[in-house]
């Protein structure tokens, strides 16, 4: 099992030269991201029941998928940096393979893959391109519930604050005006998203 001891925390900025990419495709997806536990599959699951494509967290499905294959935990994950590199390519497939007309929630996008990158101490400047083939039409974050390991998380909470920082800096330098969603019971963060969107008339 992975503990703070084994993140490696790189803090490194991204390239400011690499940010001027232009982006190649505008889309109508909206991501909802976030630290481990702050509720993603909870609110991505609700979007869906309302009647909107969902695609659910590719990181996740893949561990599940890979359990009941009789896999365990800590041989999927033997290597974070491996891990790290399979869903970065397993989450630009879908999103590839998906139409950039439909509104669609994606919960997490490729650039989270940049923060993961870092907390194992990997320069994530050298996936940096792979952010700029699709725009996103919005960025949601949640704020967090107190970290919980379950069958696919095993972060930590200092790992989990890492993240929660550098998800939140990287759509920023991305050109991103991430919405912080507070903690709030499941139906109200609904709520919260939706209206935001309607507002914009993004739905």
Partial sequence: MINHQDYKFLTTDLDPALLSTPFEIQTRWH??????????????????????????????????????????LDEIRASEIIFSNVIKELTLAIERGSRPEDVIFLDRAVPDCLAYHRMHGVDPNIILRDCFHHRYASVFILNRFP?????????????????????????????????RVPVLPPEERLAFVLERLAEQGLI
């Fill in 31 to 72: 991501v909802i991201t976030g630290a481990p536990c702050s509720g993603k599959t909870t609110l991505i699951d609700l979007v869906a029941r309302k009647g909107f494509q969902t695609i659910p967290e590719v990181g996740r499905e893949y561990v599940e998928r890979e359990i009941a294959r009789g896999r365990k």
């Fill in 147 to 179: 970290t919980q390991k379950d069958c696919a998380r095993i972060e930590d909470d200092a790992a989990a604050e890492f993240l929660d920082e550098w998800l939140a800096r990287d759509y920023s330098s991305l050109g991103y005006d991430a919405v």
